[in-house]
Nanobody, 120 residues
Framework: QVQVVESGGGLVQVGGSLRLSCAAS????????MGWYRQAPGKQRELVAN???????NYLDSVKGRFTVSRDNAENTVYLQMNSLKPEDTAVYYC??????????????WGQGTQVTVSS
């Protein structure tokens, strides 16, 4: 079992910045990806940004150029730097960690979520 803990959410004004952090506990299996998802009230959860073990990344189109995902492999930690925040960025942000187990099966672990509220 892997524990995933997010931090860094809060209330910020339009145009402001926040940095989210997510730490995963140690595992004997390899982490192949760490990412951020968000879910606004009444909407489906959507991928915001992912970073893979090779360092490659992908982003939701609406956050490109504003958000940056990064990772500290030694600490099993992923960060999401969010700049130029907009009211539509308001959501609960979840961290997901994907492991590859001994049977070559992907296993996903989620954090509890952290609220980000952007006020206009």
């Amino acid at each position: 079992q892997v524990q995933v803990v997010e931090s860094g959410g809060g209330l910020v004004q339009v145009g402001g910045s926040l940095r989210l952090s997510c730490a995963a506990s140690r595992s004997i299996f390899s982490i192949i990806a760490m990412g951020w998802y968000r879910q606004a009230p009444g909407k489906q959860r959507e991928l915001v940004a992912n970073i893979y073990s090779d360092g490659s990344t992908n982003y939701l189109d609406s956050v490109k150029g504003r958000f940056t995902v990064s990772r500290d492999n030694a600490e099993n930690t992923v960060y999401l730097q969010m700049n130029s925040l907009k009211p539509e960025d308001t959501a609960v942000y979840y961290c997901k960690v994907r492991l590859l187990d001994r049977w070559a099966t992907n296993r996903d672990y989620w954090g509890q979520g952290t609220q980000v509220t952007v006020s206009s």
